[in-house]
């Protein structure tokens, strides 16, 4: 029989802007939107790591988190 002992998710998630829109407001959707993925990641209890956020030139963002799968511990992965 086997058990997870700890997992975690790596992900480069991309917040895009929408149809290609570079205005002012386009990028502060996108700002927004990365602002309530965080906020639900804290509202739920997801342990995680920001190891990266990059402003792309077209005003989206790239972020390169790790975090919790589910509900399984994450053991020490999130200390790396």
């Known amino acids: 029989m086997k058990r997870i002992k ?3 998710l790596e992900q480069l998630v991309h917040f ?3 149809d290609g829109d570079t205005s002012k407001e386009a990028v502060y959707a996108v700002q927004q939107e990365l602002k309530k993925y965080k906020e639900a990641l804290d509202r739920t209890g997801t342990k995680y ?3 990266g956020e ?14 919790q799968n589910g509900v399984q511990p994450v053991g020490s992965f999130l200390n790396d």
């Open 6 to 8: 700890a997992a975690v």
């Open 16 to 18: 895009q802007l929408k």
């Open 49 to 51: 790591v920001i190891l």
């Open 54 to 67: 990059e402003t792309q030139p077209d005003g989206s963002i790239i972020l390169h988190i790790k975090k």
